[in-house]
């Protein structure tokens, strides 16, 4: 009874408001103002050996909140939520956030949960937004709900291979050190590819496992076959720990290191400029690149939060901010909507001009290849490296195999 | 230590009552029907190790394969849920039974070293074949059970299948548990040797134990990826088989419920603790180390000290064992009185199980009460 004399109260004001000239709009966005915060999940590793990158993603996120304030006349609210760095609370956590009415979700650093959390928002008309790298992410197991921003091993591969063959065309004999898991065998098959057409000798390649730690073993390998340049296609604190014990060895010297796939600032400070200095990397974003909202952002965050943002902090800030903006664009926060809105959507972002693929869902932003710089030259102290060139590289929807449902 | 608190049914009946409250005090489903299921996991890793004394690192082994048979079960091959639970039980049954027949042949370190080699030789397989079991990256896509031609999409209703499946197999322990055969795997725990030379074909039943516990691991761990719609490469990792001992131990290795209470309070603190802290790892670590040093009988202990404390009963003791009586055959199980003081409680040849011992509250051969 209370109900229908509710109803038929706010009807009737709708339908004053609506004879006496007050837009409608400004009225359901008050009434949007009583549905309380808009929540976005932001599932992340912030426990477990990702945690660190989870804590800056999550501080990228919260950054991002704040500075849109409230959206659809709702104020903004995070919620982290803790993968552990695993599929399985992943998943699960992701039902509960989204069993709780949480519908946008910005997060999901390593492929193996990502996929997951895609799949799971897939189910429930929810909107998920990664960093992670998997290939399959807007490929083979592209779906309606899931994004992904950063570039695929293809587009990270052209951006660092091609430029060196071109830039060195001396150096034809190369050797890989991969970890054997997908993302390593998707770097080390386009690294083929790029070797074939560029006739580049590729004089071996050192598979190992994801618990490993030392490298020596395949560095020896990598002396032995004598190459120009030693391509390094592991990730996080494996290629750190490979990097570290090629230098050990001289290898620096003897050959070129180009790491295809780094992680960013944090990656160069752990390392430190005298062992990063004349090794090429290549990385999904830099906090020297060049475009206006990126040098908004770093000068934002240097002020408020003392720090450059690197990776983890800047992907997670452009992810966020993206659902929110395309929840603006869109006048909901529904996920059918939202997804509506970031189809095919052109914006300034992070990496300059980006665009988010609408039959895969791929953005299309640029990669980057930088150079270590000596420590003599940097200007200060984040200032590890200097961009030698970017560009974009990525296959076809159907190439990458995405058929959307 | 409290006899009215292990007998059977009020063991049962604190199981049933654990199933019913669950969804009155959680607001998860989905969590709460995880703790129903690493219940199961962890009730499974129990049988090795409180009942039979063989402390494995073998028990993620089961729980992946049991994902993986789920997968590929339901997604490649279309069976229909139920068929495809049975398959992991028999699957799970036959690989434990392997994996035990090789491992229970040397004691001790060797044993626990022997268990882990699977371990990672399982991981290392499901990581190889990654066109059979999506590596790294999983079987995803995994869908939920039909009923009556409904999918059990809503996490309340799953948490229901997965509650029955629970009672049944709980109480299948239980009475595995309280049966000749449970009676001779304490005898072999407390005492090899001796179960030995009285004729007992003591590797014939570890490899049962092993076969048991194997099938409802892997059973738990269909239910598992049914839940999460995954078969995720981490649950065939050894830390899914360390997980499952810490939960043991947590809970204590006195009885199944225990089991149930380590593999909730694990699951609670989890997923408390790593919203406001992200090194909560540590706090765990310290958990254990008390439980460890003082509460060797884990949380089940703390809950037979106040029921102590309540009936007014003398407190049960964390480090003296007490040894076990039968009353015959099923569900009649009650425990000794105290020893006098000054009197020796137990042989200490009994105490050898394998595993490096360890298990809390080792008690003596139920044999010497016959």
Redesign the interface.
């Known amino acids: 009874m209370r109900d229908r004399r509710a109803f038929l109260k706010t009807s009737l004001t709708a339908a004053t408001l609506a004879a006496s000239g007050v837009p409608i709009s400004g009225f359901l966005r008050s009434a949007r103002a009583a549905e309380g915060p808009l929540v976005v999940g932001a599932p992340l590793p912030?426990?477990?050996a990702f945690?660190a990158n989870?804590?800056y993603a999550s501080l990228g996120a919260a950054f991002a909140a704040k500075e849109a304030g409230s959206v659809l006349g709702r104020t903004v609210t995070i919620a982290?939520i803790?993968t552990?760095g695993?599929?399985?609370?992943a998943?699960?956590k992701m039902?509960?956030a989204m069993?709780?009415g949480t519908r946008l979700f910005a997060g999901g650093i390593l492929?193996?949960e990502a996929?997951?959390m895609g799949?799971?928002a897939a189910?429930s008309d929810a909107v998920f937004i990664t960093t992670a790298g998997?290939d399959?992410i807007t490929g083979s197991?592209c779906n309606r709900g899931t994004f992904r921003w950063t570039v695929p091993t293809f587009g990270a591969i052209a951006q660092t291979v091609r430029p060196l063959i071109a830039q060195m065309p001396q150096a034809k004999r190369w050797y890989t050190i991969t970890p054997?898991?997908?993302?390593g065998e998707g770097l080390l098959s386009a690294a083929k590819a790029v070797f074939q057409e560029k006739g580049i000798e590729h004089v071996g390649n050192s598979y190992h496992?994801?618990a490993e730690k030392e490298f020596s073993g395949y560095l020896t390998n990598a002396i032995a076959a004598k190459p120009d340049v030693l391509l390094l296609l592991n990730f996080g604190s494996q290629s750190s720990d490979a990097l570290r014990q090629a230098v050990s060895f001289g290898l620096k010297k003897r050959m070129t290191i180009v790491l295809a796939w780094a992680s960013g600032l944090e990656q160069f400070e752990a390392l430190g400029a005298d062992l990063c200095e004349g090794v090429y990397f290549g990385a999904q974003y830099w906090h020297g690149i060049d475009s206006p909202l990126n040098k908004a952002l770093v000068a934002k965050v240097r002020e408020t939060a003392k720090m450059t943002p690197n990776y983890s902090f800047a992907g997670s800030y452009q992810i966020t901010k993206l659902l929110l903006d395309a929840a603006t664009k869109a006048g909901s926060a529904d996920g059918p909507a939202v997804i509506k809105a970031l189809e095919g959507l052109r914006y300034a972002g992070l990496t300059g001009e980006e665009e988010i693929r609408a039959a895969d869902h791929q953005v299309i932003k640029d990669y980057y290849l930088l150079k270590g710089k000596a420590k003599s030259a940097m200007k200060d102290k984040d200032d590890f490296a200097e961009v030698i060139q970017s560009g974009k590289s990525f296959l076809s929807p159907e190439a990458a195999g995405c058929k959307m449902a | 230590m409290i006899p009215f608190l292990d007998r059977p049914l009020v063991q049962f009946g604190l199981a049933l009552a654990t199933v019913l409250i669950l969804p009155l005090a959680m607001r998860s489903g989905t969590l709460a029907s995880e703790i129903l299921i690493f219940g199961l996991a962890v009730a499974a890793c129990n049988l090795l190790l409180g009942y039979t004394g063989l402390l494995s690192f073998g028990q993620g082994i089961f729980f992946g394969l049991g994902s993986y048979v789920a997968g590929l079960g339901l997604m490649r091959a279309g069976l229909p849920a139920p068929v495809m639970l049975l398959l992991s039980l028999a699957l799970g049954a036959l690989v434990a039974a392997a994996v035990g027949w090789v491992s229970i042949r040397r004691q001790g370190v060797y044993f626990v070293m022997l268990t882990l080699a699977f371990s990672q030789m399982f991981y290392f397989l499901a990581y190889t074949f990654s066109g059979v079991t999506g590596g790294d990256n999983g079987l995803l896509d995994i869908p939920r059970p039909r009923l009556g031609g409904t999918v059990l999409s809503d996490a309340w209703t799953y948490y229901a299948y997965v509650a029955v499946l629970f009672l049944v197999l709980f109480a299948t322990l239980q009475r595995v548990a309280l049966s000749t055969f449970g009676r001779t795997l304490l005898a072999i725990r407390d005492n090899e040797g001796r179960a030995g030379a009285i004729g007992y074909p003591v590797r014939a039943f570890k490899v049962a134990a092993f076969a048991i516990s194997g099938a409802v691991t892997a059973l738990a761990g269909a239910l598992h990826a049914m839940l999460i719609g995954v078969a995720p490469l981490s649950n065939i990792d050894y830390h899914t088989s360390e997980t499952l001992l810490i939960m043991t131990i947590i809970g204590g290795s006195a009885n199944l419920f225990a089991s149930l209470l380590g593999a909730g309070a694990y699951l609670l603190a989890a997923d408390a603790l790593s919203a406001i802290w992200p090194r909560w790892l540590l706090l765990l670590g310290l958990l254990l180390i008390v439980i460890t040093l003082f509460l060797q009988r884990g949380l089940w202990g703390l809950i037979e000290r106040a029921v102590a404390l309540v009936t007014r009963t003398p407190p049960p003791a964390e480090s003296l064992p007490l040894p076990l009586v039968g009353r015959g055959q099923g569900w009649g199980w009650r425990r000794q009185p105290p020893p006098v003081e000054g009197h020796p409680a137990t042989p200490t040849a009994n105490s050898s199980p394998q595993g490096g011992g360890g298990q809390p509250g080792a008690r003596p051969a139920p044999e010497a009460n016959r």
């Open positions: 912030i426990s477990g945690a989870g804590k982290d803790d552990e695993k599929p399985a609370p998943a699960r039902q509960e069993a709780q492929s193996s996929l997951v799949k799971e189910k998997a399959e197991d054997q898991y997908v993302f496992s994801l």
